[in-house]
Nanobody
Framework: QVQLAESGGGSVQAGGSLRLSCAASAVTNPLRYMGWFRQAPGKEREGVAY????????RYADSVKGRFTISRDNALNTVYLQMDSLKPEDSAMYYCAAGRTGGPAFEQNTYNFWGQGTQVTVFS
């Protein structure tokens, strides 16, 4: 069973940066679709960024375009989310997700595996 482990969350002042990592283990078949989602208290989980691990095609939510960058290291089975110019509204639990069969980038049903999440808090 594939396991995803996020790291890199923390507290940062508005305007600062954080880099999240998601390491996949027990990968026996390629994980072609990787995404980052976030969920703030009282809100629904929303897609933030997506990457196709073979083509490196990426997509971003409008709220993070130009500030967040998703990347991957296939040799390490790791996906990253570089978050710059952070805002208080970016505060949330961030989850990594992985899928094999594809689907809409920001639909949760696209993904077969989920991490436990890492907390990001941005204070003003």
């Amino acid at each position: 069973q594939v396991q995803l482990a996020e790291s890199g969350g923390g507290s940062v002042q508005a305007g600062g940066s954080l880099r999240l990592s998601c390491a996949a283990s027990a990968v026996t078949n390629p994980l072609r679709y990787m995404g980052w989602f976030r969920q703030a208290p009282g809100k629904e989980r929303e897609g933030v960024a997506y990457i196709h691990t073979v083509s490196a095609y990426t997509r971003y939510a409008d709220s993070v375009k130009g500030r967040f960058t998703i990347s991957r290291d296939n040799a390490l089975n790791t996906v990253y989310l570089q978050m710059d110019s952070l805002k208080p509204e970016d505060s949330a639990m961030y989850y990594c997700a992985a899928g094999r069969t594809g689907g809409p980038a920001f639909e949760q049903n696209t993904y077969n595996f989920w991490g436990q999440g890492t907390q990001v808090t941005v204070f003003s």
